[in-house]
């Protein structure tokens, strides 16, 4: 039976294949392409110690009758009841604090003894607050008021997010993503340049690139998962915008390249820091194309790989 550490190496040989052997044209449209849908967003979260001085006061005043809380009292209120969209900016949180249209809530009423403490409230929509009165909050007005803060945060914070478990969420939604449209493209690549043997004549050469079909589709998927989860994680990181985006879908390669200079001329190294980075432009500016731009170059590559392979059986050469 294998050690784990035979395993290890089982699995980071794979990943370094798939990495290496498909062309860059077929797996990076992919991941960029599952990054757009994705959507994943920047993760910051304001520490209540580094919210301004009139933040913290609002927090220690909002829903009582003109007594104030204790900075504890301040702090539960802040992590229980600001919505973790609005905490990834000081700008968020004061959408939700300082907004004379948004109400700290009861949901148990003050007039029924219903207490200040941040267990029994919430912000919501001060004319659904006035629609309450002096009555306990429903189910779905608890859910209304809550829904109605998420939209105010989310637009007041727009690509970052206060929410760990939501980042990492869409970080692996767009890693499957990935993995999905890679593993698809890189067997519409080899499909194309069958098709491209078979219109030639060459039925053998088209025999043998459907031969690689299956296994191209898992380093597809291999690779597109690998880039797709850097993309999203930079992104997380570092911002959502077309610089990250670029230097997610290239993170792979620079690993690859340093762990590998030792092994490489200085010359070889330097060509391939080049293409790295020309790699890097290329992403950026598709980024800034949106999908049009990413389907754009799986189209080309697709079309490309029919028109070479078409050249190639036309000319006898045989299957490289």
């Known amino acids: 039976m294998a050690s ?16 290496e052997e498909l062309p860059s044209s077929v797996v990076v449209p992919a991941a960029g392409l599952a990054s757009a849908i994705g959507g994943v967003e920047a993760y910051r979260q304001v520490a209540f110690e580094d919210l301004p001085a009139h933040v913290i006061q609002q927090l220690r005043t909002d829903g009582t009758r003109g007594e104030v809380r204790d900075l504890d009292g301040a702090r539960a209120e802040y992590e229980q009841n600001v919505p973790a ?36 409230g919430l912000y919501g929509p001060g004319d659904l607050n006035q629609a309450i009165g002096n009555r306990p909050m429903t189910a779905a007005e608890v859910a209304e008021a809550e829904a ?50 078979r219109d030639a004549g060459r039925h053998d050469l088209a025999a043998a690139a459907e031969n690689e079909m299956i296994a191209d589709a898992a380093k597809g998927a291999v690779n597109g998962v690998v880039r797709g989860t850097t993309v999203a994680v930079t992104q997380a990181v570092l911002g959502a915008n077309p610089l990250t985006a670029g230097i997610g879908l290239v993170a792979p390669d620079v690993v690859m390249l340093l762990s590998k200079k030792d092994q490489l ?12 980075v020309g790699k890097g432009a290329m992403a950026t500016v598709l980024v800034c194309a949106g999908p049009v731009g990413w389907l754009g170059l799986a189209g080309y590559s697709i079309f490309s790989a029919y028109g070479k392979a078409n050249q190639q059986g036309a000319s006898g050469r045989s299957l490289a």
Not at 87 to 96: C, H, L, M, P, Q
Request: contains cysteine.
């Open 85 to 120: 969209e609005a905490k990834g900016s000081i700008e968020g949180v004061d959408a939700i604090t300082n907004d004379p249209d948004i109400h700290w809530m009861h949901q148990e009423p003050h007039a029924a003894g219903g207490s200040t403490d941040a267990d029994n």
């Open 265 to 276: 001329s200085k010359k070889e190294y330097q060509q391939k820091s080049i293409e790295v």
């Open 4 to 19: 784990s550490t035979d395993r290890y190496a089982l699995v980071q040989n794979s990943i370094t294949t798939a990495l």
């Open 148 to 197: 109605y803060t998420l939209e105010v945060a989310e637009q007041a914070t727009p690509g970052v997010t206060g929410d760990l478990s939501e980042v990492a969420g869409d970080t692996l939604e767009t890693g499957v993503l990935g993995g999905v449209m890679g593993c698809g493209l890189a067997a519409a690549h080899r499909y194309a340049q069958a098709q491209g043997f």
